[in-house]
């Protein structure tokens, strides 16, 4: 290890393929953060949320429709029976009083409510806080959106270079198979070996198959996240490369502090809380009187309602101030307000659930991030510990001083370590995002 410090420098600098240096990638290649945009576009998930916040901000205007004042006009046009006065009671003679045979009427109707314990306005500040967790709710569904999309772009990433390193190995297998020919044919080795290498070949063009395979489905679900047509070509770079500024990573402490002021799912239970004391305020209003400004005026024909009647028409109204007051909520209004208090505190206990649940996920994938650290330090030395190796047992292989069996075994570890690098690599990106997705910083 010691004899090639150059080596791992470069392995390592392959480690992360941030967005600064996917822009440098030509215009028909997608990159990680050119596809989050077109996703915030098209992605249908993050429409129907859209949608759900647009709904909200109705809410809010509807609820402040309720602070406008009733108004009503009305009209009506009747036949009329006859109308009868019993002076003398019910089965004495009626008096028939001459009235038109038929009548109509028109007015309006106003309510403007002055005090009703703050409903109305508090109901407003409930929908607009219920608005702020829709868009925190919306938030959060973006950043889970772009986390699905990182999965599988990386996992597109990682069957990219998969594909890289078996046409690689295969080409390099076809030309040693080449060689174990000419040396069967001149005498120097065994039919068997020329079998063996035949069957790693065959093995490795399968895995190819498999790979180029797994390459499609990949891509066809990358297009899907993003809206677009599922066999639309799309191309991703995977040769970029940037050196490795372990200093970028942030400290436990500071993913900690930022996941508990930043996180949206522990805004979401914030807000909660802040709804479920609104709701408790709400419940305690129905104790307060309701005083509202009312005012109404008619016009009817004819005037049957005031000694002495008149087949003419006549106008009435009244302008002035009401108060009612419902004493069944002294009594019915307790267990409503329990009921509130209830919910409020079972959201309070939500929150610090909530809490603790995100300080062991941030735990999780900050170890999980400096797993893939030391993981990508050990697949780097690995591959130039089994690039010596295969290199040692190639050149004694052709001396007839080892075996073949021997040479392939390297051969194997060697691919499977490139594999390894390219595995850490991705996790240790995944990580990363899935860090800043805990913590609210995606």
Do not use: C
Request: glycine share 4%.
């Amino acid at each position: 290890m010691k004899q090639y410090p150059f080596l791992i420098i470069a392995l390592i600098g392959n480690l992360f393929l941030t967005q600064a240096s996917f822009a440098q990638a030509p215009d028909s290649t997608w990159t990680l953060e050119k596809i989050w945009d077109l996703a915030a576009k098209q992605n249908r998930q993050l429409h129907l949320a859209d949608l759900s916040v647009q709904e909200s901000r109705t809410s809010i205007q509807e609820a402040r429709d309720k602070l406008l004042p009733d108004l009503a006009v009305s009209g009506n046009y009747a036949l009329n029976s006859k109308f009868l006065i019993y002076d003398n009671g019910l089965f004495s003679k009626p008096q028939d009083v001459p009235v038109s045979s038929y009548g109509y009427g028109f007015g309006y109707n106003l309510d403007f409510n002055i005090y009703n314990g703050g409903r109305d306005k508090r109901n407003i500040h409930i929908k607009q806080e219920e608005q702020q967790r829709k868009q925190v709710e919306f938030e959060l569904q973006h950043d889970n959106i772009k986390f699905a999309i990182a999965l599988v772009y990386y996992e597109l990433y990682k069957y990219l270079r998969y594909h890289e390193f078996l046409q690689t190995e295969i080409k390099t297998e076809k030309q040693q198979l080449s060689s174990i020919q000419s040396l069967h044919k001149n005498g120097v080795v065994l039919k068997s070996d020329v079998l063996r290498t035949s069957v790693k070949l065959s093995q490795l063009e399968l895995s190819l198959s498999d790979v180029e395979k797994k390459v499609v489905l990949a891509k066809q679900r990358l297009n899907i996240l993003i809206g677009r047509n599922e066999t639309e070509p799309l191309e991703i770079p995977i040769q970029e490369i940037v050196n490795l500024d372990a200093g970028s990573l942030a400290i436990y402490a500071s993913y900690q502090a930022e996941a508990l002021s930043q996180s949206p799912e522990f805004k979401i239970t914030q807000s909660d809380i802040k709804i479920s004391e609104l709701q408790i305020k709400q419940a305690k209003s129905t104790l307060q009187p309701k005083i509202s400004l009312y005012s109404h005026y008619n016009y009817t024909y004819p005037q049957v309602s005031f000694y002495p009647y008149s087949n003419n028409p006549w106008g009435y109204g009244q302008t002035g101030i009401k108060m009612q007051f419902a004493l069944d909520n002294l009594y019915k209004s307790k267990h409503t307000i329990a009921h509130a208090r209830n919910l409020s505190e079972q959201q309070k206990e939500k929150a610090n659930i909530k809490k603790e649940e995100i300080s062991v996920r941030v735990k999780e994938a900050y170890l999980q991030q400096q797993q893939a650290l030391e993981s990508v330090a050990t697949a780097a030395d690995n591959i130039i510990q089994t690039t010596e190796t295969v290199r040692v047992i190639r050149n004694s292989y052709l001396n007839q001083e080892s075996l073949l069996t021997d040479l392939l075994d390297a051969e194997n570890i060697l691919l499977e370590s490139k594999f390894n690098l390219t595995q850490a690599q991705v996790n240790l990106k995944l990580s990363h995002i899935k860090l800043l997705l805990i913590t609210g910083a995606l």
